[in-house]
């Protein structure tokens, strides 16, 4: 049905290109078309003269299928011609299960872009992290390529390795890296809890995703006790995007009213608004999302939406910037046309394209490591360490209150050395909970 609905729009935006034409002066109606059918004649006769003349013999289903592909790439990075192959991998995609290496790519300066590697796959076990290029694909050089084409040599059958040759910043030379293809079978939403906080960690938006993060939810209150639950972390670090219904749905999980999302293509007519309805699935409770570069397009629009709104407080670094909605459009021959038509802007009206989302609090990810160096004293003392120190004569629930935060703070200190962005995360929320029993 949405795939009827875009193609009605389409057909309205022609007519009303059409009837706008016809106010133009007739002569410049018959340049322009003039124009732009001796193009359409010249490109007949280059592709004549190659398919006749070039000093091998060429495929000439290759050379338009290439043509067609150039012509996209002079357009923007995620405009391209799926062929029948991509067109049922990419609706396999959005169902949640396929094979290959399990990462999100762009094109960028002529080499493929790492926009995200994909929890729990090949790519993310291989290391792969946001922001890499891959300049070679098994020692073949990826310039000259489109996407597409890119993406076709990095599939493969399961069990197969390839070898990537990774430019990374920071790093002085480039390296390979070689990764196992394998079934790529992506759960959307995996949530857990920390303390007395639910963790949702969203790795993508597929059609998984809404119902997955409600149950999601309803494990936590389940685990942890609506009443005691003291907030939640929705994780959507290296988290590439998807569907954009999949984005409002999401949104509006925990919005109650007011703007989503808006999409503006290149005629007026055919914008979009997508406001909240009613009912939020965490009952208010507050909220912190977790962004970094590899935060893309879908994520984005979540992050924007819940930052405008004064939801969320958002946590992290700044977000990849993919503000531009594609649409699928099926062509003959069972192949699809992925366009650009539209950007989308967050409620208060930011497009986030190129810019991304900027985080309310800045946090970039570190590790720290042990201090090794044996000079320095690790251990503390209190008045508990003191000889003969008078001792606190505690009740047995006031002892088990006492041992649980003990047990809390130890996980939050290890958690700083392993995520950092995450513990503070949970610290934010432990503090806003304390300001809100205080009122």
Same mark, same amino acid.
């Given at each position: 049905m949405k795939q009827a609905f875009i193609a009605m729009v389409g057909g309205v935006a022609l007519g009303v290109l059409a009837t706008t034409q016809l106010t133009q002066p007739l002569a410049a109606q018959?340049?322009?078309?003039?124009?732009t059918y001796e193009y359409l004649d010249l490109f007949g006769e280059i592709f004549e003269r190659v398919r006749s003349q070039y000093v091998e013999e060429t495929d000439e289903d290759e050379l338009i299928e290439s043509a067609i592909n150039g012509m996209l790439a002079s357009l923007d990075p995620h405009s391209s011609y799926l062929p029948p192959d991509n067109f049922e991998d990419m609706r396999v995609q959005t169902k949640g299960e396929f094979g290959g290496l399990g990462i999100e790519v762009t094109m960028e300066n002529g080499v493929v872009k790492v926009v995200a590697p994909i929890d729990d796959t090949p790519a993310a076990a291989a290391g792969i992290e946001s922001g890499d290029y891959i300049t070679h694909l098994d020692g073949e050089a990826v310039l000259g390529l489109s996407l597409s084409e890119a993406v076709d040599k990095m599939r493969g059958g399961v069990g197969e390795e390839i070898v990537l040759t990774i430019v990374r910043e920071g790093e002085d030379e480039p390296f390979d890296v070689t990764?196992?293809?394998?079934?790529?079978?992506?759960?959307?939403?995996?949530?857990?809890?920390? *303390?007395?906080?639910? %963790?949702?960690? $969203?790795?993508?938006?597929n059609e998984q995703t809404f119902e997955n993060l409600e149950a999601g939810i309803a494990e936590v209150k389940t685990e942890i006790g609506p009443d005691k639950i003291k907030g939640y972390v929705i994780d959507l670090r290296n988290n590439p995007g998807g569907l954009l219904n999949q984005a409002i749905e999401v949104s509006d999980a925990f919005l109650e009213k007011g703007e989503i999302v808006s999409t503006r293509?290149?005629?007026?007519?055919?914008?979009?608004?997508?406001n909240a309805q009613p009912g939020d699935l965490t009952g208010g409770k507050p909220l912190v999302v977790l962004i970094n570069g590899g935060s893309a397009s879908a994520s984005e629009i979540v992050a924007g939406a819940l930052q405008d709104h004064r939801r969320a407080?958002?946590?992290?670094?700044?977000?990849? *910037?993919?503000?531009? %909605?594609?649409? $699928?459009?099926?062509?003959?021959?069972?192949g699809a046309l992925r366009l650009t038509t539209a950007r989308y802007y967050t409620p208060s009206g930011r497009s986030i394209q190129a810019l991304g989302i900027e985080p309310d609090i800045l946090v970039a990810q570190k590790k720290f490591e042990e201090e090794e160096d044996e000079g320095v004293n690790r251990f503390s003392r209190s008045e508990a360490d003191l000889r003969g120190s008078l001792k606190n004569q505690l009740t047995e629930e006031e002892q088990e209150l006492l041992e649980e935060e003990r047990a809390r703070h130890e996980?939050?200190?290890?958690?700083?050395?392993?995520?950092?962005?995450?513990a503070y995360a949970l610290d934010l929320l432990t503090?806003?909970?304390v300001y809100a029993g205080a009122e």
């Open positions: 018959e340049q322009s078309s003039r124009n990764v196992v293809r394998d079934t790529i079978t992506i759960r959307a939403v995996r949530a857990r809890v920390e *303390g007395d906080v639910g %963790v949702l960690r $969203i790795t993508t938006f293509g290149r005629d007026p007519a055919d914008s979009e608004r997508h407080i958002v946590l992290g670094e700044k977000s990849f *910037g993919k503000g531009s %909605v594609q649409t $699928i459009m099926p062509l003959s021959g069972d996980a939050t200190a290890k958690l700083r050395g392993e995520d950092l962005q995450l503090g806003l909970s």
